[in-house]
């Protein structure tokens, strides 16, 4: 989608203190997106592409949504970025769409989110319901000044209102200041407790350590999970090798790339222990980027 004119902002929303969600004039990225596909964002020319999440978008009007948490030297300048300003260039959609199809017995998608893992996972709960799945959404975050969405009249209450019987939604938060207190993987435990047959899937998305977490409670179950690891990659070209996960496949180790096979993984076959130090392997020359941009 490169070459059309320079995608620019039509609507900015401050979500949290670090959390921003603009929605941006990019029609060819509105009109070919599918669930669970990523974009590639380049705010300035002298910076870093970022990938990332589709939250939604509107074919329509052309537009695509996305929610940025400034972390990063990159993530942060963006958030900076007002109503009228251009991106250089934003390349998508990218990766391989969520796999949706019509669950029997009347089984469930189980969503865990954490974060800014929950725009992530909004396109993909949409298609479900779309497909008339029944969902459940567990969504977390670290405390009542880090939600977003959650409010009356936010996204999550409007796919409510939309599919009243067919999603219902948990909240938990770290210290309990919103929903129930503690880890998303505490509600999902008690739902496979009790039924663990009505669990068609486990979609998980957010912080690395969150995603292994569910990974291992759901395989202990044997109930299938995928995660999304959008949070890995660099430059999403396939190229630069940043997204290699380590996979056994028919007993053997092998490598996937997240942004050409995935991001959607089969979390039960990760090698999470030698995954999961490769999720910090840039902190360094992370950390000396802000120092130079006065972050
Ligand atoms: Fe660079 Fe996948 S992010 S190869």
Request: some cysteine.
């Amino acid at each position: 989608d490169l070459g059309q004119t320079p995608p620019t902002i039509v609507k900015r929303r401050q979500l949290t203190e670090e959390i921003v969600e603009l929605t941006i004039k990019a029609p060819l990225i509105a009109k070919s997106a599918k669930a669970g596909q990523f974009v590639r964002v380049l705010a300035d020319e002298k910076g870093e592409l970022i990938p990332l999440t589709l939250a939604d978008w509107n074919e329509s009007q052309g537009t695509i949504d996305l929610v940025i948490q400034g972390l990063g030297t990159s993530s942060k300048l963006i958030n900076q970025m007002q109503t009228g300003d251009s991106f250089v260039a934003i390349a998508g959609p990218l990766g391989q769409p969520s796999h949706i199809e019509p669950h029997a017995n009347d089984k469930r998608a189980v969503f865990t989110a954490g974060g800014v893992g929950l725009p992530a996972v909004h396109p993909i709960m949409r298609s479900h319901l779309e497909a008339g799945n029944h969902v459940t959404l567990i969504s977390g975050f670290r405390g009542e000044a880090h939600c977003f969405w959650t409010e009356p009249g936010g996204r999550v209450e409007a796919l409510k209102s939309n599919y009243p019987d067919q999603l219902n939604v948990i909240y938990t938060s770290n210290d309990g200041s919103f929903g129930s207190k503690g880890f998303v993987t505490i509600p999902l435990e008690q739902m496979l407790i009790d039924n663990k047959e009505a669990i068609a899937e486990v979609i998980t998305i957010g912080p690395p350590m969150m995603m292994r977490a569910v990974s291992d409670l759901t395989k202990g179950y044997q109930v299938n999970c995928v995660a999304s690891l959008n949070s890995i990659m660099v430059d999403a070209t396939g190229m630069c090798g940043a997204c290699m996960v380590p996979v056994m496949e028919n007993g053997k180790l092998i490598r996937k790339h997240a942004c050409i096979d995935g991001p959607e993984i089969d979390s039960h076959v990760i090698d999470w222990d030698k995954l999961l130090p490769r999720f910090n392997q840039f902190k360094p020359q992370e950390h000396q980027s802000q120092i130079d941009h006065l972050l």
